[in-house]
């Protein structure tokens, strides 16, 4: 995810660090790690990275959030290898059976979604916070209003000027772009528990590792059908849909088909493909 | 090392299996994989490698040879991951300060090296054992020796027909072609103590991390420069010497100056590249 070329990478499997040159991402921008869940396709890529910021004499702390197993796994691949990273790695473990808020700065919030898979596994929301009004600078030109007042202005309060006029807050501000909201839901069985999770996601993200005609299949390994992320679309209000996580078991020439299993129930769907990028 | 179409693979960086798909080498065919160190470079792909042969539901044993710390490695992430492999692993820990035998069928024999470098390190040896002698079918037309005389023949024995004529051995048999060895040495500072276990390998792989202005860097890092691996084919008198593993410092358009340098005192060297097969 970028938001405002700042960098946040959500799963990490075998090969990212190759992936990531390929497509010119500057992987040195990212901060925070965010691993759904333990399974190697999640996390796999995730030693080779932090050993080749090590490299890079990378300074800033590195933030990972995952369950509390890959503190071990981290930690003992680090003391085997005899480095000590020449940066800081701050590790916040996740409690994978609620919704928590584990990251916020001035701009967004990000929130885990209980996920249900065959081990603890979390989704991720990105939430833009309410932004401020936009002044009408124009509305105003008659005034010379401080610093303060156009804070308070943008929150919502109307202008009085020193000799007692009055400037409702509609009249000198227009309302900020709407605050946008991504969810990432992966690896994950459908449930109508999740709907109140990613309720209204301007962009959702959700596996559909299987083919309608392989429900049962789906069923028995905890993960989601093409139909079952259309649906959770559905059923959730999103505006828009990106299904990704095939199984190996499809080719790229059949991935048109699984894309329009998914937009029969929930038309803007979009084939998480290598390489592509999803503007927000 | 492809021997008889039983493959044996040295080391596995991190996406080691996408290589090999990219090489189209039949993976399955691994039954052995040793494991120089536990520098990310050097292993951080077994894992994948370890759950997609899980995926495919490989039967057979896979044997691998390292550093003890891989077991902890390998066993906490399968744990982790909640599955058991569906197939066995069997675990050779190695001794990494002394050469020892580590595998052996009727064919060849693997040894250990053991290599010099920051954390405890092997290189590895495969030998082909004698060969045994070729029979000159033709000069015994006249006779009619049993399974067991040729057997003996083979292995050096002369000929002694019913009516009591002697064959001796060098008149009915031709000699095999040589055995074969090959001499894997990664990671390791330069040393003369190295010679005694590589000494006439018909191919040496010397890792070459840096170019021959580097040395105090090669030091100070526990690799070898350019020269130094060509020195340790010259001195161990070994026919082909291969350099690889070349700082990241190098671009392609740089490895032709690095062959130079090891050419000038080794001419029969070649360089690692990927994908690159060496026949012998």
């Known amino acids: 995810v970028n938001f405002q070329d700042e960098l946040f990478l959500l799963d990490c499997g075998e090969a990212t660090q190759m992936q990531m040159r390929k497509y010119n991402i500057k992987f040195q921008r990212i901060n925070h790690i965010f691993i759904t869940h333990l399974h190697g ?30 503190r071990d796994i981290i930690n003992l691949q680090i003391h085997l290898s005899g480095c000590s990273l020449v940066y800081p790695i701050q590790f916040h473990p996740l409690n994978h059976s609620l919704s928590e808020k584990i990251f916020e700065n001035d701009k967004i919030i990000v929130e885990t979604i209980p996920m249900i898979h065959r081990i603890p ?57 709407p605050s946008r909201s991504f ?22 993200y959700c596996e559909a590792t299987f083919s309608k005609d392989k429900a049962d299949k789906a069923s028995e390994k905890f993960h989601c059908t093409t139909e079952d992320a259309a649906m959770l679309a559905k059923i959730a209000d999103a505006r828009r849909l ?4 095939f199984s190996a078991r499809y080719e790229d020439i059949d991935l048109n088909s699984l894309l329009l299993e998914s937009k029969n129930i929930f038309p803007n769907t979009e084939l998480a493909i290598e390489g592509s990028v999803f503007n927000l």
């Open 242 to 245: 990106i299904i990704g996580h």
């Open 121 to 177: 596994t979390s989704g991720f929301i990105f939430r833009e916070k309410q932004k401020l009004k936009n002044i009408r600078i124009e509305a105003l030109a008659d005034e010379n209003p401080s610093h303060d007042d156009f804070e308070n202005i943008r929150r919502g309060a109307d202008f009085i000027s020193p000799n007692g006029k009055i400037y409702p807050n509609d009249d000198i501000t227009v309302n900020p772009p």
């Open 41 to 70: 396709d999640h996390y796999l890529g995730i030693m080779g990275l932090l050993f080749t910021y090590h490299l890079l004499g990378r300074e800033k702390t590195l933030h990972i959030y995952a369950s509390p197993g890959l």
């Open 183 to 204: 969810s990432h839901c992966s690896d994950t069985l459908f449930s109508d528990s999740l709907v109140k999770y990613i309720k209204n996601s301007d962009l959702l």
